[in-house]
Each structure stands twice: as C-alpha cells, then as structure tokens.
C-alpha cells in the first residue's frame, strides 16, 4: 500500500519543548515538503528537500529544523523557539512530475 | 509569499448545481494546479494545467487558464454533497519543486 504517512494523527506539547513529527514515504520520491496550515487559511511551506542530505529552508522556517537522512524520511522539528506552533502539518513529496502527494496530516495542539 | 488567491472564500450551492471557484496569481508559471481538502485531511491532487494550455477536462471538472489575465478557474458540474470540502489552487515559481497555494475556497454542496 503506497503512499505517505504521518504520525501521530494528534500531538500534545508544553510550552518550551521540542516536538518530532514524522513523515515517511514508500512511493521513491526525490523531493518531500513541510507546510503548516492554520484555520481557514492556505498552505505554508516551512522547508523541502530535493535530495537526501540536503533541504532548503521554506517561507516560514523560523522555530523549525528538519533532516533527510533516508530517501523515506523527512521529520520535522518543532521548537521551543517556535512561538505559536499550534497549527495543522501536512507532509508531501513529489517524484518525477510536478504533482504533490500528501500525507494525513498532523494537528499539534500546545497546552 | 501568496502566489494564488482563490474567489470566492467561500460557495454553497445545492446538490445538482455546477460551482466555479477562480483562481488569481502574480508572476509567470509553468503550470498551475488544482488541489481538494475534505476537512481535517491531507489534499488530494485534482488536475494539472500547463502555461501553453488553455482548457482541461477531468470528468466532471473543468479548468480553464488565461495566462494573460494571470487567472485560472475551476468548475465542478453537477455537484454532490460529496464534493463538500476545500478547494485550492497552487503554482510553480518557475521551479518544478516548489508550490505556492492560495487561501482556498470553501465548498458546501447542500443535499
């Protein structure tokens, strides 16, 4: 079953702690995506890799680092630097054309 | 950087109508896409137009682009109340790897 997934579905955080989303996919695609989407509103980029080992930051990295260690993988870290992190993420990748294919999608909720 | 903006914000039609939501953006581009969101989901990719096209047909939608007046729309016929969700669009920057998406509109198809 090929696709991309995201997980957790729903992530609780404290206020100054950091925070891993994850993102994995199976269908082989170079390039992977993160945005942040927020209530009612259009999609963000935050960062995107093109490649394995190298990502460039997006229009709102800011309080975000990520890592693309494996084709597969692309986790995003959300810091206590990031003021207002509460937002819904959404995970894509993209293979030889240019449609993106996103994931599920993560809700992070700060307390 | 806002690059589409889509208009209306928001539609609600009843089931059996046609909806057409339009598309505005600001620079030069490759191709623009059509994207749908049902609440609380990743987007699903709908339908792809390039800059040398000026009319696409995927069942029942219909996409039309004017890269003259920098402007796009998409029209869903004989609408059901399945096609209740958010509908975005989103262009390249000249660059293959990234998307920029407008605010989107929100559909509701009334049964």
């Known amino acids: 079953d090929g696709g991309i997934t995201q997980s957790p579905k729903y992530l609780f955080r404290k206020e100054g702690q950091n925070v891993t989303l994850s993102c994995e996919q199976n269908?082989?695609?170079?390039?992977m995506y993160w945005y942040r989407q927020d209530p009612g509103q259009g999609l963000r980029l935050i960062y995107y890799?093109?490649?394995?080992?190298?990502?460039q930051k997006g229009d709102i990295a800011e309080g975000y680092s990520v890592s693309r260690e494996k084709k597969e993988s692309f986790p995003l870290t959300v810091t206590s630097a990031q003021k207002n992190p509460t937002a819904f993420y959404l995970c894509?990748?993209?293979?030889?054309?240019?449609?993106?294919?996103f994931g599920p999608g993560t809700r992070l909720t700060v307390l | 950087s806002q690059q589409g903006e889509e208009d209306p914000q928001a539609l609600s039609i009843q089931e059996g109508e046609n909806a057409t939501m339009n598309c505005s953006y600001k620079?030069?581009?490759?191709?623009l896409q059509w994207y749908r969101q049902n609440s609380g989901r990743g987007l699903v990719h709908l339908i792809l137009?390039?800059?040398?096209?000026r009319e696409k047909h995927s069942g029942r939608l219909r996409v039309t682009l004017d890269t003259s007046k920098k402007s796009s729309s998409l029209l869903i016929t004989a609408s059901r109340a399945a096609d209740t969700a958010s509908y975005f669009c989103?262009?390249?920057?000249?660059?293959?790897?990234?998307?920029?998406f407008g605010s989107g509109t929100r559909l509701l198809v009334r049964p």
């Open positions: 894509a990748s993209t293979g030889a054309g240019d449609t993106q294919y």
């Open positions: 269908l082989n695609h170079d390039a």
């Open positions: 890799s093109q490649i394995v080992n190298d990502f």
């Open positions: 620079t030069s581009i490759n191709n």
């Open positions: 137009i390039r800059s040398n096209e």
């Open positions: 989103a262009t390249d920057e000249g660059s293959s790897y990234k998307l920029i």
